[in-house]
């Protein structure tokens, strides 16, 4: 186990802009298989890279504080805070949100406080549905 103090989270994506819309593409799949369209919500996935791109820059020192980086940026401080916060939802939120899972969660519920323990989250915006000993990939219901 690493004894780094943070966790890297690589997502390769693309998105394609199509008549009246914006599609997120999914890598493409070991042996071949050609990439996916997702259902994923443009905005959020922005948010999503916006904030794992601002924490990166503050990890590696580039800023030494929020406010620093808000001005470089030019963003209001307060909004960079939230946005940062992004970066704490569970990974496995993070993941069901890139793959379009969560159309029942929208940026403006995720900027509002959410509990830090990922327990804690999966619990408050969608159980992991378990059958026969194996974890579903659903993490959200349409029922929200």
Known sequence: MSDAPYM??????TIRHRPGR???VTPALPGGLPTTATRADPALVKALARAFRYQRLLDEGRYGSISEMATAERLERGYLGTLLRLTLLAPEIVEALL???GQCLALP?????FPMSWTEQVALFGQPLVHGGRS???????NG
């Not at 890297?8 to 994506?13: F, M």
């Not at 579903?136 to 349409?142: H, P, Q």
Request: net charge positive; aromatic share 8%.
């Open 99 to 101: 793959d379009g899972r």
């Open 109 to 113: 519920r995720l900027l509002e406080p």
């Open 136 to 142: 579903a990939r659903t993490f959200f219901s349409r």
């Open 22 to 24: 914006k599609t997120v």
């Open 8 to 13: 890297t989270v690589r997502v390769p994506l």
